[in-house]
């Protein structure tokens, strides 16, 4: 695992190279079955605490996309990049979003995302596999998560399409979490421990989430 230093090489290019690699962990957990989501939902929690107080008309839309995002699950729509594109026309407030046309930076510069004619049907092909059975939930969650973190498809918003794509996903097999302020960390694109830890991660929350519904299931 690199060190976070010196990391002009092309990130997107490192994540490709262990995507396939990562050893997930494993999940004997059966995720809740909601109809909708949860009245304190924690991706609207999220959106309105780490955005709300700086920047009220964008955490609006993000909460309206939010909404888009559900309905679009609610409806068993597949997660593609023309549906990402609608939830983020929405949240950046254009009429056309398109897949960025150079390459990308993020941290302060640290990592750069490199671009090339096959860069956006690669992305679509990682997307598609948000739906593979042989890896569980949580995995295939976290994997999908950092495809839109380290792909940096827009040329703004990459961090909220991010969250949104984890919230799609999980809702469509009726996940509703109820805190993911837990999974603001920043994440790198060579860290094979770090992307089966948030999978990890993500399994304790699925969890909880789980046993939570239950519980409220019975009262």
Not at 3 to 31: K, V, Y
Not at 36 to 60: I, K, Q, V, W, Y
Not at 192 to 206: F, P
Request: glycine share 8%.
């Amino acid at each position: 695992m690199s060190s976070g230093t010196d990391r002009q090489n092309d990130a997107l290019a490192d994540w490709l190279r262990i995507r396939t690699g990562i050893s997930w962990p494993r999940w004997s957990g059966e995720p809740p079955i909601a109809a909708e989501p949860l009245a304190s939902d924690g991706f609207r929690n999220f959106f309105t605490a780490t955005r709300g107080g700086r920047d009220a008309e964008g955490t609006a839309r993000v909460l309206t996309s939010l909404d888009r995002v559900f309905a679009d699950a609610q409806q068993g729509a597949e997660l593609t990049f023309p549906l990402m594109v609608n939830w983020q026309r929405t949240v950046l407030h254009r009429k056309t979003v398109d897949f960025r046309t150079m390459p990308a930076f993020a941290k302060g510069g640290r990592e750069r995302y490199g671009l090339a004619p096959e860069t956006l049907a690669e992305f679509q092909r990682c997307l598609a596999e948000s739906t593979s059975p042989d890896v569980p939930l949580p995995s295939r969650a976290a994997r999908t998560y950092l495809d839109v973190l380290f792909f940096h498809p827009f040329d703004d918003g990459n961090a909220r399409a991010a969250m949104l794509a984890l919230a799609f996903l999980l809702a469509r097999e009726g996940v509703f979490l109820l805190d993911v302020h837990p999974l603001q960390a920043t994440r790198w694109a060579d860290d094979t421990d770090g992307a089966a830890d948030l999978a990890a991660l993500l399994g304790i929350l699925i969890t909880a989430a789980a046993r939570r519904q239950s519980h409220g299931s019975r009262s």
